[in-house]
């Protein structure tokens, strides 16, 4: 065969979508999605736990309405997402918005859509607060846990960003008390792609310990940063273990607190990652000496996780068959950058400009990154239906749609004329 990745659709079906709408495009399986979103809620049968996805990942609203009818709410983390949410149908209090360095114009905004505030800063508590007495709200604590698949995405730890200090939290509830106001959860996040484990138990343990300031505590949050395996080898998340340990403490933690308390996580990649793929065609096979490059119709202007945290996707060649991985390639985006590497020293078949690539668990942090740099059109986006069948979920522009859009929306170019003033 030509590597150790396997494909999670036929690349036949693939081949089929590529030569249909072009490339690039992202592919995503309805049915992986839904799977995944099931064996999550088979995890914790007997606790009072739901589930929020986090639309970073994924905020194609297809996507969204597939893992909403798997009864999820959503994890937002501007208002912008939360317009999203609320525009698909989904009702408010299913709807966890939590603040990063956010205005006042936000805030009046999720005030008055009635959705759940996630408060980070003892500033934007007070803010808060003084416009919203008697109201009500969660809190966001930094437990001082550090993890992530890079250090970019570790957002727990000591100096993060994120979060009230845990010795400020009698602050946060001694100024909530003031203004009437009801801090009614606690969230945190330690990491996206988390790579140990045991640092999301020693998270919902700090978690757990902490609430117990909170007397009007209705539910916790323990956030999101469930992995999934990138590379060859890797091993998936044991989500039969981690059920196993969480459930002990929760249920101790419930038996202990004598109300009823719900308990939320924040699951993004884990859902949606694997079951997207980025399409691509190659254009060029250049030979310059020491490295033979693959270069491709897309670039990190599409999936900028390589360039932007180092990360790995694995690459098919899926016009080679089951040919032998007989060359060593780099995988170069169309991007006038250096760092436009999609793939580095990658064992595929021998390839020929005309072939489709396909770049696999990009189902996650693709799409939403995505940009127009170097005035390239966004990818299309298409769906495999449960039933099999395929339908475009968003279209392509045509590179003069793209830069007429940008005309007009600049003012030199007429709405409804192709002349510019």
């Known amino acids: 065969m030509q590597s150790n990745h396997s494909l999670p659709v036929d690349p036949d079906r693939l081949l089929a979508i590529a030569q249909k709408w072009g490339t690039p495009t992202y592919v995503y399986l309805e049915k992986m999605i839904r799977e995944r979103c099931r064996s999550l809620n088979k995890i914790f049968p007997d606790l009072p736990v739901s589930w929020l996805f986090a639309v970073k990942a994924n905020d194609n609203p297809h996507i969204l309405k597939i893992i909403a009818d798997e009864g999820f709410g959503f994890d937002t983390v501007s208002y912008e997402e939360v317009l999203l949410c609320l525009r698909i149908g989904t009702d408010p209090k299913d709807i966890f918005y939590t603040e990063n360095n956010m205005t006042d114009a936000e805030m009046h905004g999720a005030a008055l859509q009635r959705v759940v ?33 890079h250090a970019k995405v570790d957002t727990g730890n000591q100096d993060s960003k994120f979060g009230i200090r845990l010795d400020l939290i009698s602050d946060a509830v001694e100024l909530a008390r003031r203004h009437g106001v009801r801090i009614r959860g606690i969230h945190a996040h330690i990491g996206s792609g988390i790579q140990e484990p045991e640092n999301l138990l020693a998270e919902i343990e700090v978690l757990l310990k902490s609430s117990t300031n909170l007397e009007d505590l209705e539910f916790i ?30 249920r101790a933690f419930l038996k202990s607190a004598g109300k009823p308390v719900k308990f939320f996580f924040e699951p993004g990649r884990w859902v949606v990652g694997p079951a997207g ?25 599409h999936l900028l996780r390589p360039a932007l945290y180092d990360a790995y996707h694995g690459v098919v060649n899926i016009s080679a068959g089951t040919g032998e991985a007989e060359h060593t390639y780099h995988i170069a985006g169309n991007i006038c950058e250096s760092g436009d590497m999609l793939g580095l020293d990658r064992s595929l078949p021998e390839s ?20 127009q740099y170097n005035r390239r059109a966004l990818p299309a986006e298409v769906l495999v239906t449960d039933d099999g069948h395929h339908k475009t979920i968003r279209g392509r522009k045509s590179p003069e749609e793209t830069v007429d859009e940008l005309l007009r929306e600049t003012g030199l170019l007429h709405a409804n004329t192709d002349e510019t003033p």
Do not use: W
């Open 221 to 250: 949050n323990f956030g999101g940063g469930m992995p999934i395996p990138y590379k060859p080898g890797e091993k998936p998340f044991d989500l039969d273990l981690f059920g196993e340990l969480a459930s002990k403490r929760l």
């Open 352 to 371: 020929s400009p005309g072939d489709y690539l396909a770049i696999l668990d990009a189902g996650a942090y693709g799409m939403t990154m995505a940009s």
């Open 117 to 149: 505030l996630n408060i980070g800063s003892l500033g934007r508590l007070e803010a808060f607060c003084e416009a919203y007495p008697g109201n009500e709200c969660s809190i966001r604590i930094k437990p001082d846990i550090s993890d992530g698949h």
């Open 277 to 301: 793929i980025l399409l691509t065609q190659v254009n060029t096979v250049k030979d310059q000496g020491r490295k033979t490059f693959i270069g491709t119709d897309t670039g990190f202007n």
